[in-house]
């Protein structure tokens, strides 16, 4: 079975630079994808090679079956928006959309039908005539995107189609491109390094990091088995205390931190030698705090609160450990004790088993 | 449809009044008014007053066969210097816009560089050029393209040369500053969206950079229009343009009416061509 979007080793390098290293993806057809990562990553130069506007320094990308590398960009039959506003600015809004059939010499009857259609489905139906400087920006990019859209293109890219816009609207523009991609089918290569837009547009995210992939998988993967420490530290927030190897089998190892307290048989990302510097993940949310020791306290970290704060359905609090270490505990407020924990207090800090993990430097 | 459609953004009414700065601009007024209202009055009166009063020197320009061919000329020469700036300045422009910058700045100063040069000194180096026995007669006639000089100087053919060249800065200039603020990638998307670098050309382009080339165009038209050294040092004396005609009916012939008449003819022809510019691609929109 061949997969719709099939990218295989492709590297890019400007000069001595290479921004983009042997990024391997596969993509099923229909699939929202999301390339996040930090900015200069690579995740632009990854699309603008499939676009067709790089070519790769190695490597291959197929589209259903067959390479697209030898084709220009025109004849890709690719659908994109830019990050900035790339609307004609001296065409209408219906020309816009109707760009892309008029120099596919469509006839006029269908490009009409075809207009009308795409503008109703970014829901700009009364704006046909408006000029793209009479736009707002967040309605040029729903023209752009009725652009892309126009020629039913298999694959549509989105380069930050939404980095230029506040909050509020980029929130309502999300909802609406999970809702064209659920209405058109179309296969979805987006753009963001924001996680959170990340995690709630699309099925599968690829984390870029230098270049390369670090991980793909569902947002929920990213974020419950982290497969580096990058991939740690980029999705959700993370704790990480520095600790040293005590001892290594298989896939876990046990870890003694600077206090010379011992936490057994954590799973660690690779192998490393006894002694070798570690560090020690856990999710605010995945901490539970207790009274200090006593005989039922549960294994964990003994700690003193220094700060905590409310903030509505949640509250966070900021620890130290007994060595300076720093952590961050967040719980629901319901959950809290009717008393609920004083700055100064001591208290044990614990996790369920798997919560903790282990990537050694 | 034109471009001022799409760089207008509606604007609240404003309120009638002095606009600000005026003060600063009135000594400029004053003197265009010295050295440009009142000759040009001087003139028009002496066409109508001189040798007496009326219409007959305005009736003796359009009557004579000469110098309806001198305003012919005029107008073929400015058109066909015009079109050759459009389409050799185009691709410069453009390149100067997208090239990288050591090639860009490289370019700009040499088109700077030939504008700064003296006139005279350019105009007598297309002299050396065109000659029977210039580098480019010898050139083409040791490739053995020619066997007899092509007639390059003293008429119309090294008119046109001298003066497209010595014109090419003011289309390559605007042309530039247009080129240069349209987004790049506005053709990528044009390209995504299916078009060939021909079909991006001509509807991207081509629309995006009109203001531009209409702008350049007015220009080196009318300076065209009213040309003088580079027609009097190429051209012949068989084949003249406008600017030649007026000089030579007010130092040979002393005819200040008959030559006052020309350059009335002259002025109302190029506010004539300003007028429709306007009409068309609105005022000092060249960069939207
Ligand atoms: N045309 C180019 N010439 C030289 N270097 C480039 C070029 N385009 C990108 N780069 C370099 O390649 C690397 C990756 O850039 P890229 O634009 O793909 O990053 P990105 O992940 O999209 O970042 P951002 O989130 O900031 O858009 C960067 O180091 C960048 O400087
Ligand atoms: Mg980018």
């Known amino acids: 079975m061949t997969c719709f979007l099939d990218i295989r080793g492709i590297t890019k390098s400007f000069g001595k630079v290479a921004a983009v290293s042997d990024v391997s993806l596969e993509i099923a057809r229909g699939e929202f994808m999301t390339f996040l990562g930090p900015s200069g990553s690579g995740k632009s130069t990854t699309l603008y090679m499939i676009a067709g506007f790089f070519d790769p320094s190695a490597g291959d990308i197929r589209l259903e079956g067959r390479s697209i590398l030898r084709e220009p960009s025109n004849r890709r039959n690719i659908g994109m928006v830019f990050q900035r506003y790339t609307l004609f600015p001296h065409l209408s809004v219906a020309e816009n959309v109707a760009f892309p059939l008029r120099v596919r010499r469509r006839p006029a009857a269908e490009i009409a039908r075809k207009v009308e259609q795409m503008l109703a489905l970014v829901r700009l139906e009364g704006f046909a005539d408006r000029m793209p400087a009479q736009l707002s920006g967040g309605q040029q990019q729903r023209v752009a995107l009725a652009r892309a859209l126009a020629y039913d293109p298999p694959l549509l890219l989105m380069d930050e189609p939404l980095s230029a816009l506040d909050k509020k609207l980029r929130e309502e523009i999300q909802v609406e491109i999970r809702r064209i991609h659920r209405e058109t089918g179309v296969t979805i290569l987006y753009v963001t390094h924001d996680q959170e837009e990340a995690l709630s547009l699309s099925d599968r995210v690829a984390l870029f990091n230098h270049g390369r992939i670090e991980q793909v998988g569902k947002g929920r993967d990213l974020y419950e088995a982290p497969r580096t420490r990058f991939v740690a530290g980029f999705v959700g927030h993370s704790n990480f205390l520095d600790c040293t190897i005590a001892a290594h089998a298989g896939e876990r190892a046990d870890i003694v931190?600077?206090?010379?307290?011992?936490?057994?048989?954590?799973?660690?990302?690779?192998?490393?030698?006894?002694?070798?510097?570690?560090?020690?993940m856990i999710r605010p949310d995945r901490l539970r705090i207790s009274s200090p020791a006593g005989a039922d306290a549960p294994a964990g970290i003994d700690a003193v609160l220094s700060d905590a704060t409310f903030i509505g359905e949640t509250f966070h609090f900021a620890l130290t450990t007994a060595w300076g270490g720093a952590l961050n505990v967040r719980m629901p407020s319901h959950t809290l004790p009717p008393a609920g924990h004083g700055v100064g207090q001591r208290v044990r800090l614990s996790w369920a088993p798997g919560d903790a993990r282990l990537f050694a430097e | 449809m034109t471009l001022s459609h799409a760089a207008h953004v509606p604007s609240p009414a404003r309120p009638r009044r002095l606009p600000a700065g005026l003060a600063a601009v009135t000594p400029?007024?004053?003197?265009?008014?010295?050295?440009?209202?009142?000759?040009?009055?001087?003139?028009?009166?002496?066409?109508?007053?001189?040798?007496?009063?009326?219409?007959?020197?305005?009736?003796?320009?359009?009557?004579?066969?000469?110098?309806?061919?001198?305003?012919?000329?005029?107008?073929?020469?400015?058109?066909?210097?015009?079109?050759?700036?459009?389409?050799?300045?185009?691709?410069?422009?453009?390149?100067l816009a997208i090239a990288p910058g050591f090639w860009s700045r490289l370019l700009f100063a040499v088109v700077i560089l030939s504008m700064w040069t003296n006139l005279l000194a350019r105009t007598y180096a297309w002299m050396v050029l065109l000659q029977r026995t210039g580098l480019i007669n010898r050139t083409l006639m040791n490739l053995g393209l020619i066997s007899e000089p092509l007639p390059l100087i003293n008429n119309l053919v090294g008119v046109t040369i001298g003066m497209t060249y010595i014109?090419?800065?003011?289309?390559?200039?605007?042309?530039?500053?247009?080129?240069?603020?349209?987004?790049?990638?506005?053709?990528?998307?044009?390209?995504?969206?299916?078009?060939?670098?021909?079909?991006?050309?001509?509807?991207?382009?081509?629309?995006?950079?009109?203001?531009?080339?209409?702008?350049?165009?007015?220009?080196?038209?009318?300076?065209?229009?009213?040309y003088f050294i580079t027609p009097a040092l190429l051209g012949g004396t068989s084949n003249m343009m406008l600017a030649e005609l007026i000089a030579q009916l007010v130092q040979s012939l002393l005819d200040w009416g008959l030559a006052g008449a020309a350059a009335l003819v002259l002025l109302v022809v190029t506010l004539a061509i300003y007028a429709v510019q306007l009409r068309f691609f609105g005022f000092g929109q060249a960069r939207s």
Not at chain 1, 260 to 266: F, H, I, K, T
Not at chain 2, 57 to 76: E, M, P, R
Not at chain 2, 200 to 205: D, E, P, S
């Open chain 1, 257 to 280: 931190l600077p206090d010379g307290s011992r936490l057994p048989e954590l799973p660690i990302d690779r192998q490393a030698p006894v002694g070798a510097a570690a560090r020690l």
């Open chain 2, 28 to 95: 400029a007024f004053a003197l265009v008014a010295v050295v440009f209202v009142l000759p040009v009055l001087a003139l028009l009166l002496r066409s109508v007053l001189e040798p007496e009063p009326g219409l007959q020197n305005y009736a003796a320009f359009f009557a004579s066969t000469t110098y309806l061919k001198v305003l012919g000329n005029t107008f073929l020469v400015a058109a066909t210097v015009t079109v050759a700036t459009v389409l050799l300045g185009f691709p410069v422009a453009w390149f």
């Open chain 2, 167 to 226: 014109m090419l800065p003011f289309m390559i200039l605007p042309l530039h500053a247009t080129i240069r603020s349209i987004d790049p990638s506005v053709f990528q998307a044009a390209s995504l969206c299916g078009a060939s670098r021909w079909q991006a050309f001509t509807r991207v382009m081509l629309p995006l950079t009109a203001t531009g080339i209409a702008a350049g165009a007015l220009m080196v038209f009318v300076m065209s229009l009213g």
